[in-house]
T-cell receptor
Framework: SAVISQKPSRDICQRGTSLTIQCQVD?????MFWYRQQPGQSLTLIAT?????????ESGFVIDKFPISRPNLTFSTLTVSNMSPEDSSIYLC?????????????FGSGTRLTVV | KQEVTQIPAALSVPEGENLVLNCSFTDSAIYNLQWFRQDPGKGLTSLLL?????REQTSGRLNASLDKSSGRSTLYIAASQPGDSATYLCAVSRYDYKLSFGAGTTVTVRA
């Protein structure tokens, strides 16, 4: 199955600044997904990123706050813009991968963001 | 909207005991169901994947069942070990490829 390299693994940022998170996949994939996990909560889908088109955002998430790039079939970035303490979360990228005769999902190792 | 519930929220057992983790979902129109493990502050590790047409999957000490019509899945972990201590997440996927997650069950296995 695919292996995702996600970086940075963690960061502490000042409010009002931006952080860009990168995910590199070791194989070509059509769709990449970005999730947020707020402290003590489960994962919430932020957006779906397809190569060559604009990302599709879920309700409650907007492009100005979470711009996403998808320049090719193995790479994507998520930027958390104009950060506030409420943005402190773990951010994860994910791709769909073939598994036996099925399709499952694999995740990056996550970026633990703390905004002070 | 798909709602995924995991019970219990937390579980503490002595080493060697079998673990039973429950997951329920409200919309039976799922593509597949996947169980993940998450260690504190880390990403997700896939444990088992069950296609909607399947009833169960097994991997080593892990067995997951799926009853799609009643919207339930159960993850069994046999002969638990301290290394099994983690949060276990259940997720269901739709035909639009989006995953809906439960809040997880945090497991502590006492040595």
């Amino acid at each position: 199955s695919a292996v995702i390299s996600q970086k940075p693994s963690r960061d502490i940022c000042q409010r009002g600044t931006s952080l860009t998170i990168q995910c590199q996949v070791d194989s070509q994939v059509t769709m990449m997904f970005w999730y947020r996990q707020q402290p003590g909560q489960s994962l919430t889908l932020i957006a779906t990123a397809n190569q060559g088109s604009e990302a599709t955002y879920e309700s409650g998430f907007v492009i100005d706050k979470f711009p996403i790039s998808r320049p090719n079939l193995t790479f994507s970035t998520l930027t958390v813009s104009n950060m506030s303490p409420e943005d402190s979360s773990i951010y994860l990228c994910s791709v769909e991968v073939p598994e036996a005769f099925n399709y499952g999902y694999t995740f990056g190792s996550g970026t633990r963001l703390t905004v002070v | 909207k798909q709602e995924v519930t995991q019970i219990p929220a937390a579980l503490s057992v002595p080493e060697g005991e079998n673990l039973v983790l429950n997951c329920s979902f409200t919309d039976s129109a799922i593509y597949n169901l996947q169980w993940f493990r998450q260690d504190p502050g880390k990403g997700l590790t896939s444990l088992l994947l069950i296609q909607s047409s399947q009833r169960e999957q097994t991997s080593g000490r892990l067995n997951a069942s799926l009853d799609k019509s009643s919207g339930r899945s159960t993850l069994y972990i046999a002969a638990s070990q301290p290394g099994d201590s983690a949060t276990y997440l259940c997720a269901v996927s739709r035909y639009d490829y989006k995953l809906s997650f439960g809040a997880g069950t945090t497991v502590t296995v006492r040595a």
